[in-house]
Nanobody, 126 residues
Framework: QTHLVESGGGSVQAGGSLRLSCAAS????????MAWFRQAPGKAREGVAG????????IYADSVKGRFAISLDNAKNTLYLQMNSLKPEDTAVYYC???????????????????WGQGTQVTVSS
């Protein structure tokens, strides 16, 4: 049985940093892709960063390139999102997601994923 639990959200001033964690269990990692999504009030959920675990390949939304980094600690079964140089527009609920056999073109698409965490709030003030 698969399970995802996010943590690490909070409030920070613009320019600050946060690291989100997603504790994962029940996954056969080599076949899986995992990703971080976010959803701001009144907006659709958007893919922020994704990783294909088998090859370690990562992908980022243009809005976070150079500021966010996704990584996986296999020993701890934990996915991370390091967020630096945060902006007010990064304010959202952040979710981690996982699915097997996701195509490269779909790694930041919500419909590619079938397992989701409960979300963690990130608030960036100006």
């Amino acid at each position: 049985q698969t399970h995802l639990v996010e943590s690490g959200g909070g409030s920070v001033q613009a320019g600050g940093s946060l690291r989100l964690s997603c504790a994962a269990s029940g996954y056969t990692y080599s076949r899986y892709s995992m990703a971080w999504f976010r959803q701001a009030p009144g907006k659709a959920r958007e893919g922020v960063a994704g990783i294909y675990i088998g090859a370690g390949t990562t992908i980022y939304a243009d809005s976070v390139k150079g500021r966010f980094a996704i990584s996986l600690d296999n020993a701890k079964n934990t996915l991370y999102l390091q967020m630096n140089s945060l902006k007010p527009e990064d304010t959202a609920v952040y979710y981690c997601a996982a699915a097997p056999n996701v195509r490269a073109s779909g790694r930041l698409r919500e419909e590619s994923y079938n397992d989701w965490g409960q979300g963690t709030q990130v608030t960036v003030s100006s």
